[in-house]
Every structure is written in structure tokens, then in C-alpha cells.
């Protein structure tokens, strides 16, 4: 009989608890996520920034809109932005890949690449992620490296995001809450940063940031000077949001909604991750440089930097036979794989165009882990090791892994 009860009452706190697991199912889903109004796919491509035009574009965009796209901006130039290209022959290009914590060595190259005096000025910037994080502070030039040094040696796990792994589990929105990254963001990214940019984007210079809308499942690219030259709070809103967005991995940090109007309504967006679609791009896949050369009747000789904020050489690990633990060491062996696809797509666009291609990665000799998301330790080492390199005179790939010894 005492058996019996003890039976009953065992049966009946199981059942209690999954009531109360299933309650918080409901609630935490309820309460996390809001009501969405998303744009109908009918509509994607007549969806608006409220006061602000021509500040984005799909990254996989046709040739006739890239085209379009090419026409209204040469027409636009200011005096400075022609008088610039005039005296420059050569144009510079630099693009920033994703990589969390691993952007602590893009970081430390391009600072490092200041203290050995042959950083150029780039006439294109652009950036995916933790890349979109530095790139702001690239595109101002050596004059940011202080800040952008605190960035990725002073912030750690806590000043990124706050964990929130059960509201996650639950049917909330992510593990984690990225208002700390938020919050960091709006501590460098103020009014006079925007102004700063704004005036770079008059003298044609481009600073490009990518996420991925995940309703369409497409990238896109924003130009983000050409927000900072509205110079209004909605503008500094959405310079922050789009920023947040490109570094919001998903499942891990909540998606962006970006408000938009189409056809009279307002609707929202979601945004995530811009290396979700691509982990590095240059511009649209379907520009031709030599377009433009031909469009403005003048030969210039371009060269891209590519900041490859991970290792692209194979990684020996025993891995156990875990199912979480082969799900995730082969999603990450995915996104290695998919990044070293976007280099071949990059260099193959500027074998087609005549770009000299450079690339830097983490070198594989670099052996420290990450113990924690946003191991400060972790990170302050990465950054040693990129500012050496670049102090030192890095030496570039000059093409994607494989190809090398072809180019050479």
C-alpha cells in the first residue's frame, strides 16, 4: 500500500512538472514573441525606409537594377567625389568577413597595418557580421583604431549579450539577449560618428554593411552613408539597427525587424546575420567594374583586401559521438566550407574585372581556444597576433586556397 502511494504521488509530480514546463511553453512564447507584420512577398520589392531612399539593395539584385543602380550614382557625384576619382587611379577595396570573437584579428591586423604606414585609404568598405562591426571604424580610418582596439580587447561576454537560454528552449526568439551589444554599438555609433561617415560618402567613398532578410531569404546591402547623410535620429536608429542585425546570428541572438511602408501600410522585416547568405562580399555579384570604366571612358586599377576573420586550413578534432556534438562540429565545418565558396565566388569576379585579389586569415598556427563565447583572454591574444602580422608587413594570399600556387 505505502508502496502504491509513493508510486501515485512520483506519477503525479511528473505530471505537475510537465504542466508547469508546458504553462512556460506557452508563456515564454507568448511573451518573447511579438506580433509580427510582415511584409507580403508581393510586396518585397516596393517596401520603403520611411524618409529615407536609395539606402539598400538586394545583394543577388539582376544586372538591368545593378545597372540602374551604377547610372543614378555617377549622376549624383558631387564636384569632390569626381575631382577624387580624377586624381586617383587607383582605387583600394576592402572586405571584412564574420567570425564572432574572431574579428578580434581583423581588428589587429588593420591596426597593426597602421603602425607599419602602408595602410591605404579605401575607397569601398565593407562588412558581414563581426566584420560589419569593424568596418565602420575601417572606413574612418586610423584615426578610429583606438576605438576600434577597445571593441575587441576591453568588451567581453557580458558586455555582448545576457544568456537567456530557457526563453530560447521555450519558443522565445534566441539563447540570448543582445541588448548589451546593443548597448555597445550605441556607445560608438552617435551623431558625430554619422556625420563623420556622411561627409566620407560626399567624396564618393562607400561604406557597404550585409544581413539577410529572412522572410526573403536573400542578402542585402546597405549603404550606409547614404543613411548617415539624412542626419536624423531615424537615420542613427537604423545606422545602429542595421549594424546589430548583420552581427545577430541566428538562434543565438534575437532577429532585427526593420519598419518599412509598401503600398500605403506599414509592415517589418526581419533581419539576421549577413554571413547567413554570404560570409564576405565586395558588392552585388552581378557589378562589373569594367562597366563602370566604360560608363565613365577611364581605366582604374583596383585592388581588394580581404579580411578573412577565421582559419581556412583544415582543423583536426576528435569529436565524440554526441548528437549535439556532431551537429555542431559539422555546422561549423558547413560554415568554413561556405565562407571558402564566397572567396572563390570574390575571386572570380575580380579575375573577370582585373582586381588584384589579397587575402589574410587567421594563421593555422594560431592554436589558443575560445573557452566562453567572447573569451576576453581569447580575444586579446588573436588581437596581439593580427596587429603583429600587420605591423610586420603581412604577406596576402594572393588567391583562395587551392588556387595559389596558380596564381603565383
Same mark, same amino acid.
Given at each position: 500500500m505505502v508502496e502504491d502511494t509513493r508510486a501515485a504521488s512520483c506519477a503525479l509530480k511528473r505530471i505537475r512538472l510537465m504542466l508547469i514546463l508546458a504553462t512556460?511553453?506557452?508563456?515564454?512564447?507568448? =511573451?518573447?514573441? !511579438?506580433?509580427?507584420?510582415?511584409?507580403?512577398?508581393? &510586396?518585397? %520589392?516596393? *517596401?520603403? /525606409?520611411?524618409?529615407?531612399?536609395?539606402?539598400?539593395?538586394?545583394?543577388?539584385?539582376?544586372?538591368?537594377?545593378?545597372?540602374?543602380?551604377?547610372?543614378?550614382e555617377l549622376s549624383r557625384?558631387?564636384?569632390?567625389?569626381?575631382?577624387?576619382?580624377?586624381?586617383?587611379?587607383?582605387?583600394?577595396?576592402?572586405?571584412?568577413?564574420?567570425?564572432?570573437?574572431?574579428?578580434?584579428?581583423?581588428?589587429?591586423?588593420?591596426?597593426?597595418?597602421?603602425?607599419?604606414?602602408?595602410?591605404p585609404e579605401f575607397d569601398i568598405v565593407t562588412g558581414v557580421s563581426a566584420g560589419a562591426l569593424i568596418a565602420?571604424?575601417?572606413?574612418?580610418?586610423?584615426?578610429?583604431?583606438?576605438?576600434?582596439?577597445?571593441?575587441?580587447?576591453?568588451?567581453?561576454?557580458?558586455?555582448?549579450?545576457? =544568456?537567456?537560454? !530557457?526563453?530560447?528552449?521555450?519558443?522565445?526568439?534566441? &539563447?540570448? %539577449?543582445? *541588448?548589451? /551589444?546593443?548597448?555597445?554599438?550605441?556607445k560608438y555609433v552617435d551623431e558625430?560618428?554619422?556625420?563623420?561617415?556622411?561627409?566620407?560618402?560626399?567624396?564618393?567613398?562607400?561604406?557597404?554593411?550585409?544581413?539577410?532578410?529572412?522572410?526573403?531569404?536573400?542578402?542585402?546591402?546597405?549603404?550606409?552613408?547614404?543613411?548617415?547623410?539624412?542626419?536624423?535620429?531615424?537615420?542613427?536608429?537604423?545606422?545602429r539597427s542595421v549594424l546589430l542585425a548583420s552581427a545577430s546570428v541566428p538562434g543565438v541572438f534575437p532577429p532585427v525587424r526593420i519598419q518599412v511602408r509598401a503600398n500605403g501600410r506599414d509592415y517589418d522585416e526581419m533581419h539576421v546575420d549577413g554571413g547567413v547568405t554570404q560570409q564576405v562580399f565586395l558588392a552585388p555579384?552581378?557589378?562589373?567594374?569594367?562597366?563602370?570604366?566604360? =560608363?565613365?571612358?577611364?581605366?582604374?586599377?583596383?585592388?581588394l583586401f580581404i579580411l578573412r576573420n577565421g582559419k581556412i586550413t583544415p582543423e583536426w578534432q576528435p569529436v565524440e559521438d554526441k548528437a549535439y556534438i556532431t551537429a555542431g562540429r559539422s555546422i561549423s565545418t558547413l560554415i568554413k566550407n561556405q565562407g571558402i565558396g564566397d572567396l572563390y565566388r570574390i575571386y572570380s569576379m575580380t579575375a573577370r574585372d582585373d582586381i588584384a585579389f589579397n587575402l589574410a586569415?587567421?594563421?593555422?598556427?594560431?592554436?589558443?581556444?575560445?573557452?566562453?563565447?567572447?573569451?576576453?583572454?581569447?580575444?586579446?591574444?588573436?588581437?596581439?597576433?593580427?596587429?603583429e602580422l600587420g605591423s610586420l608587413g603581412y604577406h596576402w594570399m594572393r588567391a583562395p586556397p587551392g588556387l595559389v600556387s596558380a596564381a603565383r
Amino acid at each position: 500500500m505505502v508502496e502504491d502511494t509513493r508510486a501515485a504521488s512520483c506519477a503525479l509530480k511528473r505530471i505537475r512538472l510537465m504542466l508547469i514546463l508546458a504553462t512556460a511553453l506557452v508563456l515564454t512564447g507568448c =511573451a518573447a514573441a !511579438l506580433p509580427r507584420h510582415a511584409l507580403p512577398e508581393s &510586396l518585397v %520589392d516596393e *517596401a520603403e /525606409l520611411r524618409g529615407m531612399d536609395d539606402v539598400r539593395l538586394w545583394g543577388d539584385a539582376p544586372p538591368e537594377q545593378i545597372h540602374a543602380m551604377v547610372e543614378a550614382e555617377l549622376s549624383r557625384r558631387s564636384t569632390a567625389a569626381i575631382e577624387r576619382s580624377l586624381e586617383q587611379p587607383v582605387a583600394n577595396f576592402l572586405a571584412i568577413s564574420g567570425g564572432a570573437e574572431d574579428g578580434a584579428f581583423g581588428a589587429g591586423l588593420l591596426t597593426g597595418w597602421t603602425k607599419a604606414g602602408t595602410r591605404p585609404e579605401f575607397d569601398i568598405v565593407t562588412g558581414v557580421s563581426a566584420g560589419a562591426l569593424i568596418a565602420p571604424f575601417a572606413f574612418l580610418g586610423p584615426r578610429k583604431d583606438r576605438e576600434l582596439k577597445a571593441i575587441f580587447t576591453e568588451y567581453g561576454r557580458e558586455d555582448i549579450l545576457t =544568456a537567456d537560454v !530557457l526563453s530560447g528552449i521555450f519558443g522565445g526568439p534566441a &539563447l540570448a %539577449d543582445s *541588448a548589451p /551589444l546593443a548597448r555597445l554599438i550605441a556607445k560608438y555609433v552617435d551623431e558625430k560618428f554619422l556625420r563623420d561617415i556622411a561627409q566620407e560618402r560626399v567624396k564618393g567613398r562607400m561604406l557597404l554593411i550585409g544581413t539577410t532578410n529572412l522572410d526573403a531569404q536573400r542578402p542585402v546591402l546597405w549603404d550606409m552613408g547614404r543613411i548617415a547623410m539624412y542626419r536624423t535620429p531615424e537615420a542613427l536608429a537604423l545606422f545602429r539597427s542595421v549594424l546589430l542585425a548583420s552581427a545577430s546570428v541566428p538562434g543565438v541572438f534575437p532577429p532585427v525587424r526593420i519598419q518599412v511602408r509598401a503600398n500605403g501600410r506599414d509592415y517589418d522585416e526581419m533581419h539576421v546575420d549577413g554571413g547567413v547568405t554570404q560570409q564576405v562580399f565586395l558588392a552585388p555579384t552581378t557589378l562589373a567594374f569594367r562597366d563602370i570604366d566604360r =560608363a565613365t571612358g577611364r581605366h582604374v586599377q583596383r585592388n581588394l583586401f580581404i579580411l578573412r576573420n577565421g582559419k581556412i586550413t583544415p582543423e583536426w578534432q576528435p569529436v565524440e559521438d554526441k548528437a549535439y556534438i556532431t551537429a555542431g562540429r559539422s555546422i561549423s565545418t558547413l560554415i568554413k566550407n561556405q565562407g571558402i565558396g564566397d572567396l572563390y565566388r570574390i575571386y572570380s569576379m575580380t579575375a573577370r574585372d582585373d582586381i588584384a585579389f589579397n587575402l589574410a586569415t587567421i594563421p593555422g598556427s594560431f592554436a589558443l581556444t575560445s573557452k566562453e563565447p567572447f573569451d576576453l583572454g581569447y580575444m586579446r591574444a588573436l588581437y596581439k597576433t593580427g596587429y603583429e602580422l600587420g605591423s610586420l608587413g603581412y604577406h596576402w594570399m594572393r588567391a583562395p586556397p587551392g588556387l595559389v600556387s596558380a596564381a603565383r
